[in-house]
């Protein structure tokens, strides 16, 4: 049996589906139950980071501070993570991370900007810090780019690096070629973190454990932007079946989905036609919100938005852009 680390967003990752409003009851109370589950890392905070609360991508319901307090109190076993993007979060927010007892803590790149990471994972290497980098949006760069810009956050201090599939456009194909290239250019574990878009989230993850990924994300119930995440509660089985061992309780894990489904979100995800559309286009789920109310009101067809924004390879942090594109394809409309 080969082990996997299973790394668990769904106090982070999941708040994009409830525009960051999850709550201190809630919070402490998934964390209890995965804590309770065995699972080994659970990662908390904004949707889009530490630093991240704010008008243009939402403001959250519980501040960085009670929110990394909160789920550290609450958490006997398993380590704590935190997650951060330059340009929303800072030095002083790592700084605060580290005190709350944050033992992981990732940053977030667009995958072939990798430099803007090099000034904080240095800074958290000083720190004596467990850091680790991922790669967004890496549909947008090939496996060799991809190996590449992995090797350059390892020489930043980065102790683990990898990839997410943030629009949920891979297939498993896809997934084999890109861990491996990475797998190859590195020595440190692999992370693969997957979006359910078109429904191959479950076999994206485990291709690539299959090819040398160490670190495998899943949220509760998939609970996450658009179609949402890795199902963390079927991902763990059917790794358990194809060989691979996470230390996790099956009966505990499930215990925490039916609480993350009762307590966290409305409903479970799932891979509805915008999802879709948002994974053929290549763009980052979370933008179904901001892409729903504008094109509504503009009377324009989202889907036209997503694939408009796909050709553009909009980001994450570009949520301006959907503005601009509604407005352009209502005049194209109106023109016509």
């Given amino acids: 049996m080969t082990p996997v680390v299973i790394h668990d967003p769904t106090l982070r990752d999941g708040q994009h589906a409830v525009r960051h409003q999850l709550g201190v009851t809630a ?28 008008i243009q991508v939402g403001q959250a319901a519980v501040s960085d501070d009670l929110m990394l307090s909160t789920v550290r109190e609450a958490l006997r076993h398993s380590q704590m993570a935190v997650f951060m993007l330059p340009g929303w979060g800072t030095s002083s927010d790592l700084r605060k991370a580290i005190a709350h007892g944050a033992d992981i803590i990732r940053i977030g790149v667009h995958c072939t900007e990798t430099s803007l990471a090099e000034r904080h994972l240095g800074f958290l290497a000083e720190a004596g810090a467990e850091a680790h980098c991922v790669l967004m949006m ?15 956050v390892v020489g930043y201090g980065a102790r683990g690096v990898g990839i997410m599939d943030s629009a949920g456009y891979f297939l498993p194909d896809d997934v084999t070629e890109r861990i491996r290239a990475i797998a190859s250019a590195v020595d440190v574990p692999v992370i693969f ?4 878009n078109l429904g191959m989230a479950v076999a994206n993850s485990v291709a690539a454990a299959a090819a040398g ?21 079927v991902l763990v089985p059917v790794l358990e079946r194809t060989g691979f061992t996470t230390g996790i309780d099956l009966y505990g894990l499930l215990d925490a989905a039916e609480f993350a489904e009762r307590e966290l979100m409305p409903a479970p995800p799932f891979t509805g036609s915008l999802s879709i559309v948002s994974g053929l286009a290549g763009v980052f789920s979370g933008f179904k919100h901001q892409v729903l109310e504008s094109s509504g009101r503009a009377g324009v067809d989202p889907r036209d938005v997503f694939f408009e924004l796909g050709r553009r390879q909009a ?20 023109a016509g």
Avoid: W
């Avoid at 890496?138 to 350059?152: D, G, K, N, R």
């Avoid at 973190?193 to 359910?196: L, Q, R, S, V, Y």
């Avoid at 990924?213 to 509660?233: K, P, S, V």
């Avoid at 949520?319 to 194209?332: F, G, N, T, Y």
């Fill in 27 to 54: 919070l402490r109370g998934y964390a209890e139950a995965a804590d309770a589950a065995g699972i080994p890392v659970v990662e908390v905070g904004h949707g889009n980071g530490l630093g991240a609360s704010s």
């Fill in 138 to 152: 890496s549909h947008m760069a090939t496996p060799e780019q991809l190996a590449e810009q992995a090797a350059a």
């Fill in 213 to 233: 990924a160490g670190i495998i994300d899943g949220c509760a119930r998939g609970f996450g932007a658009g179609a949402g995440n890795t199902q963390l509660e």
């Fill in 315 to 334: 980001i994450a942090g570009q949520e301006d852009l959907i503005v601009d594109v509604v407005a352009e394809l209502s005049a194209r409309e109106v």
């Fill in 193 to 196: 973190h997957g979006h359910n």
